[in-house]
């Protein structure tokens, strides 16, 4: 399965992650990928929102890990500084992938032995060409093809 989509403003991000967010289900995988200020985190706040979280969501860059209460408890990775897979370990990693919240990991690729082969993959890219807001978010279903 892929689908693709396009988002003209910060707001339409949002508001398909609120959308996805609606949708997640208990022990479901979110890999997000994307470029350093390509709309994660706008995406993922729409996400949380879905999910009925209620706190200001940001990116875990230092912490790796913020979790958010909601409909479903939300657990928000940020793995960019993460060096080697094994570093994961140390964050018990494996009691929220195959837990019963919803895990939304950002830079997934950088652990991607790790990820459940059921796993959502979700891109965002940039298209300056089409003007300065422009995102093409591709959704994929199982591992991130190379």
Known sequence: MEEKIESFAPNETEAFGEKLGQAAQPGQIYCLSGDLGVGKTVFTKGFAKGLGVTEVVTSPTFTILNEYPGRLPLYHFDVYRIS???E???TGYEDYFYGQGVCLVEWAEL?????????IWITVEKDYT???DYRRITLRQGAEEA
């Open 130 to 132: 089409k003007s300065e």
């Open 84 to 86: 080697d897979e094994e």
């Open 111 to 119: 652990i991607e032995n790790l990820i459940p082969q059921n796993a």
């Open 88 to 90: 994961m370990d140390d």
